[in-house]
């Protein structure tokens, strides 16, 4: 079967699925998607933006496998073309080929080999933070009880991993000249760098917390902009910092501590520009709860269960939509979004053959 989820995946490497700049169509890879799934009905939809999904059903399943097939954009440190898949050695690279067109082309091989019920969904922009497709599916009746989501987990079934919050401030001051005697106070960067040293503690006394193998709470400050030069106070400051919670964190209550990290006055805007709730959703009963269920569906599909992971999934999507889900597919997170993305062929073949025994 190895040949065939290579044939597949050298044809979706070769489709520029980028993401950004997001220009991906309803045609060209939803085209070749759909002429390999005979038997199956299939409905294209375009959402905007580069954001189109296509949803193909054979049979009457409960259960929907999701792979997203845009890409991160390749980088100069590429040895060849990102766009066409190389095999050497024990792997297969190409620009997505780990994260994650490996497992779409594992889905289509196993699909062939199989008349089961089946439902699979492709989504076209998990990587622009902007999860249309995976919302404009469960905004519908569609009928699914059960969501295994493709991501580079080594083909072990992820039952748990962070939420993901993105966050803009806006600080303000009084510009004027800094010999004055209230620059100290005045200066919104300054602002902005005491706000970061609050901020750095609290994450520092969430330590202790833990969920499912997973310990304390995830943070970055990405970027720091603001001020005119050194002599002149800085009116004004923007910072961009995000966290990542446990399943078992209130992402309501740690943006309000995040918030009062800042000194009275001092923020002009504080705005959530992107949230992706953990994997399990819900509250603590309910993430545990739901993490019982994803167990006992690894458990009956025969699916290795790994350890709990830090990045973030769409699979916490279904899961907030009140459906049992997973994360499963071929690949190491490590070589996801990196020069020379490669997958290996062992897991590639492992994945193909445990979705044919599946979907049988």
């Known amino acids: 079967m190895l040949d065939d989820v290579l044939r597949h995946l050298e044809a979706l490497v070769s489709f520029d699925t980028r993401n950004p700049p997001r220009r991906i169509g309803a045609g060209g890879i939803f085209d070749y998607l759909r002429a390999q799934l005979p038997g199956f009905s299939c409905t294209v939809t375009d959402h905007g933006d580069g954001a189109v999904s296509l949803l193909a059903v054979r049979g009457t399943p409960r259960r929907v496998f999701n792979v997203h097939l845009d890409t991160v954009p390749d980088s100069p440190a590429w040895t060849g073309d990102p766009l066409r898949l190389r095999v050497e050695g024990d792997r297969a690279i190409g620009l997505g080929a780990c994260d994650i067109k490996g497992a779409a082309a594992g889905l289509l091989a196993a699909a062939a080999r199989t008349t089961g019920d089946a439902a699979f969904l492709f989504s076209s922009d998990e990587e622009a933070n902007d999860p249309r497709c995976i919302a404009a599916f469960l905004g519908q009746a569609h009928g699914f009880h059960e969501a295994i989501v493709a991501e580079p987990t080594g083909n072990r079934a992820v039952l748990a ?53 997973l310990t304390g709470l995830r943070f970055n400050i990405g970027r720091i902009e603001g001020g005119i030069k050194a002599n002149v106070i800085a009116p004004s400051a923007e910072v961009r910092f995000g966290f990542r919670p446990l399943p078992s964190h209130d992402m309501d209550a740690l943006h309000a501590q995040f918030g009062a990290c800042a000194e009275p006055g001092a923020l002009a805007r504080y705005e959530e520009t992107f949230r992706g709730p953990p994997l399990p959703a819900g509250d603590v009963a309910t993430a545990e709860e739901r993490r019982l269920a994803a167990r006992d569906l690894a458990d009956a599909l025969g699916l290795p269960v790994g350890e709990a992971v830090d990045f973030w999934t769409e699979a916490s999507l279904f899961s907030q939509a009140g459906m049992t889900a997973l994360v499963y597919g071929p690949g190491e997170i490590a070589q996801a979004h990196t020069a020379d993305e490669w997958v290996a062929l062992e897991q590639l073949a492992t994945y193909a053959e445990t979705m044919r025994r599946i979907l049988q």
């Open 161 to 213: 991993h962070r939420g993901i919050s993105s966050v803009l401030l806006r600080f303000q001051g009084r510009a004027g000249h800094a010999s004055g005697a209230d620059a100290l106070e005045a200066n919104a960067l300054h602002h902005a760098l005491r706000w970061g040293a609050r901020a750095l503690a609290l994450v520092e006394s969430e330590s202790q917390a833990r969920f499912g193998g």
